[in-house]
């Protein structure tokens, strides 16, 4: 992992402009931030996605096979599954996959406690890459779970490389379920990646703490300042680190300067209408076979068809 750390930090900051691979937010720390960000206020997506789901699970467990593998890429802390699992008790065996190993191996030790008819076979690892899934004899089919709005997290080129190898993991039968957030209000998504209470701008600010720590790098997080801003052409919401002041980032020999202003690139979170979603999904092997809308704010949940 510090090799391919090392290699992404050098990269991202030799770049114009300059960025960082926003899976590296996701320490144990990290995903501690990331937890407390979906309680803020301001951060409706995770709020908004649980109480959609709370309402259409029984919809939900009416397509989803006896027997069933459910697959979750990103799992965190597990929370949402519960939702899934409590209205679908046909589930046989839950595979999370996650990058934080502290963060999966405390999830699937409460589930196996709440759970315990469930197999559970957690799989540490970036889902981004290419994994192969733990057989079980007799399994049946797979349905994939990938709630968050995570694949806003992803270019429209990686999300359709993405929704492809997840066909390829899942395939033949399979379903996939995704979260996703949808365009509003410029205000009430800026808002959400900028919290009054600065936790946000403090996971922000974590992949430096883990580049100074990791790397032994010489760089002060704290004279950075945390930017979130909406890019309408792109669709997407942009978090960016700004110096406050000229500085030097020293990393293995090499160094960075950055002018008072100059930002570093850390994370884009797009922002779907549901028509263009389908065409991406449909680009990825996977046609809509329901789609569930909350108004205000709005977000979907879309179940996908191999
Ligand atoms: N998938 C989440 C989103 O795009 C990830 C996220 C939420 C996030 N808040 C963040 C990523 C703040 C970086 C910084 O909404």
Known sequence: VKDGFLKDVLEGLSGSPKSLPSKYFYDAEGSRLFEAITALPEYYPTRTET????RIAPELSAHIPDGATLVEFGSGASVKTRLVLDAAPQ???YVPIDISRTALAEAAEALRRDYPALTIQPLVGDFTQALQLPRSPGEGPRIGFFPGSTLGNFGPRQSERLLTD???????????FVGIDLVKDEATL?????DAAGVTAAFNRNVLVRVRRELAAEVDPDAFDHRAVWNAAERRIEMHLAARIDLVIHVEGRRFEMKAG????????????????AAEAGAGGWRVETAWREADPAYALVLLAA
């Open 262 to 277: 100059e930002t570093i690139h850390t994370e884009n979170s797009r922002k779907f209408d549901l028509d263009d979603f």
């Open 91 to 93: 589930i046989a065996r």
């Open 51 to 54: 109480a959609l789901l709370q």
């Open 190 to 194: 800026v808002a959400a990646y900028d």
């Open 166 to 176: 997840a066909r390829a993991l899942l395939g033949d039968g399979s379903r996939f």
